[in-house]
């Protein structure tokens, strides 16, 4: 008899988990379960707008979506519109894969103010996720602030500084491409605690700031290291490179002629936000300079403030408690053994190890699990577990409709048609649109 898994989540974590088990085991039942009725995860909802080629990667999970062993339902709601208590009785092994959708706070005075966002939050509103559709950010500032030095932080500063052009052959929704082009930013701060050397930032993504048509990359030559070589000695091979050429890449932006484009994206090294000013609304962000001691960001008692209406906090994700699963606050994870929970649960993605890491980082997360799940259960055993039979049945008596791989096409196919000439679909932004837009299409089919 087959092995019958539900996996949790539809995003990278998700559908390597799928993939892996198809090759593992010799014969399975996957059903991949999505809370929205969207599959891909992150890269539906997290990759930024104008990186469509690492979009592509959808192609490949779509390939895996339609194997035969592989049932989509989406649309379904853990401890919502099934428990996971159920659907451990449903299924010989539940992987959850949900990632990690909340943000890490910031937690200084007046974090709580209108005008500080998460970049979980921001990052989905420009996305065009269902969660985010009114989140209504302030834009109505010339100056905007992103506190973090990754990847995510750089998105959300070239996003709010991209032309409307710049962002022509995009799936950036319709609602949001208004609110970018009516706003008076002209200035974006990036805010580091420490120095160039330890940013997070991939090349590749640095290097793209230099490509905006209306906006230049400002570095302070000050927060540069005097001897490159010092401040890389405590990094291995490979993250050394890509540390190197982030160095020689922010020596160029400090040597750029400056004021040759109208507006600036500011890259502030050896800075800590202290505090939010402003009374209900951000009206500033107070900040310390630091200094690394021991490798450590330390404030040195000089302050200095950034008059703004908009600070986004892109200082990492958080999971969240998932209830039927055991959880563990310190470390902000699933606690597993490297992906085991317990008897017929597993973890992979985010949720197992951490918010870290690129999309195919999730691959070996996948494969372990697979693994494990093709050692732990018999295949030879008497059936006793009904899958996705069982869920359907389910489903049904709860009336609750979900959402299939088909669905999916056919939703993908109507964002594609709607969208212009050079952006490759306009996206529905809330889940009642997607299910009228089904509802209508099928009504149509009828006539």
Request: net charge negative; glycine share 10%; hydrophobic share 35%.
């Amino acid at each position: 008899m087959p092995i019958r898994v539900a996996i949790i989540g539809s995003g990278p974590a998700g559908f390597y988990t799928a993939k892996a088990l198809l090759r593992a085991c010799r014969t399975c039942e996957i059903d991949v379960i999505e809370r929205l009725p969207t599959p891909y995860g992150l890269i539906r909802g997290g990759v930024a707008p104008d990186h469509q080629t690492t979009k592509r990667v959808a192609k490949k999970f779509e390939k895996t979506a339609l194997v035969e062993e592989v049932n989509y339902y989406g649309n379904v709601e853990i401890n919502r519109h099934v428990g996971l208590a159920e659907l451990r009785d449903l299924y010989d092994a539940v992987v959850l894969a949900v990632g990690a959708p909340g943000d890490r706070k910031l937690t200084i005075p007046g974090a709580d103010k209108y005008g500080v966002f998460g970049s979980a939050a921001f990052v989905g509103w420009y996305n065009g996720h269902p969660d985010f559709r009114d989140l209504d950010p302030s834009l109505n500032s010339e100056v905007a602030v992103v506190v973090g030095n990754g990847n995510v932080a750089l998105d959300c500063a070239r996003i709010l500084l991209r032309t409307r052009q710049g962002m022509a052959g995009t799936d950036l929704p319709m609602h949001v491409q208004g609110a970018i082009a009516a706003s008076p930013i002209v200035d974006v701060y990036i805010l580091g605690r420490r120095g160039p050397a330890e940013a997070s930032f991939t090349n590749v993504e640095l290097r793209e700031l230099s490509q905006l048509t209306k906006a230049e990359p400002r570095v302070r030559k000050d927060h540069l290291p005097d001897d490159s070589e010092a401040a890389l000695a405590a990094y291995v091979a490979r993250e050394r490179r890509v540390r190197e050429r982030n160095l020689k890449t922010l020596a160029e932006f400090a040597s750029l002629e400056p004021d040759t484009k109208p507006k600036r994206l500011h890259l502030e090294f050896f800075t800590s936000p202290v505090e939010v000013l402003g009374d209900e609304r951000v009206e500033g962000l107070r900040c310390e300079r630091t200094q690394l001691i021991d490798g450590r960001a330390q404030g040195t008692g000089e302050f200095f403030e950034i008059s703004c209406g908009l600070v986004i906090s892109a200082i990492g994700y958080r999971t969240e408690l998932f209830a039927g699963a055991p959880y563990d606050e310190k470390r902000n994870i699933i606690p597993n053994d490297k992906g085991r929970v317990e008897p017929g649960l597993y973890a992979a993605g985010w949720i197992k190890r951490g918010p870290s890491g690129v999309i195919s980082s999730n691959r070996p997360d996948g494969e372990i699990v697979a693994c494990y799940i093709r050692d732990d259960i018999p295949v030879d055993g008497d059936p006793t577990k009904p899958g996705r039979v069982g869920l359907e049945k389910l489903l049904r008596e709860r009336r609750h409709r979900w959402v299939t791989f088909g669905d999916w096409q056919r939703l993908d196919a109507l964002e594609e048609a709607a969208a212009d000439y050079q952006a490759p679909r306009q996206k529905f932004v809330t889940v009642e649109e997607m299910l009228e837009a089904l509802d209508s299409e099928e009504g149509s089919k009828q006539k």
